[in-house]
């Protein structure tokens, strides 16, 4: 029984490298085109707008994924991404930060 372990692995390791491959080229082509980046950002926000309302779909987490992608060629998600995303961020990290805290004192205590 444990020796088709070995052949497992072998069999699941290049459908796994084939998809690294295929995600690492497809973040190259979003990295680097001005059109497909804005296609992609778009049809994201469209997707995070309609997740707003549907329960299957990570709404929120869509359009914030889109903000990012879109931030670098349109101004108007740069501005939103600064007036919302930025200070939701640090309003996270200082509640995260006061967590440790109080997690420490109560480790202490004990």
């Given at each position: 029984?444990?020796?088709r372990w070995?052949s497992?692995?072998?069999?699941?390791r290049?459908?796994?490298?084939r998809?690294?491959?295929?995600?690492?080229?497809?973040w190259t082509l979003?990295?680097?085109?001005?059109?497909?980046?804005?296609?992609?950002?778009?049809?994201?926000?469209?997707?995070?707008?309609?997740?707003l309302?549907?329960?299957?779909?990570?709404?929120?987490?869509?359009?914030?994924?889109?903000l990012?992608?879109l931030?670098k060629?349109?101004?108007l998600?740069?501005?939103?991404?600064?007036?919302?995303?930025?200070?939701?961020?640090?309003?996270?990290?200082?509640w995260?930060?006061t967590?440790?805290?109080?997690r420490?004192?109560?480790?202490?205590?004990d």
């Amino acid at each position: 029984m444990l020796t088709r372990w070995p052949s497992l692995w072998g069999a699941l390791r290049q459908p796994a490298q084939r998809s690294f491959s295929l995600v690492k080229d497809v973040w190259t082509l979003l990295s680097t085109r001005r059109p497909v980046r804005i296609v992609v950002g778009l049809i994201l926000l469209l997707v995070g707008i309609i997740g707003l309302f549907l329960p299957v779909l990570q709404g929120l987490a869509t359009i914030v994924a889109a903000l990012a992608i879109l931030r670098k060629d349109i101004p108007l998600a740069e501005r939103v991404w600064q007036r919302w995303v930025v200070p939701c961020e640090h309003r996270c990290r200082q509640w995260i930060h006061t967590f440790r805290q109080r997690r420490a004192k109560r480790k202490a205590m004990d």
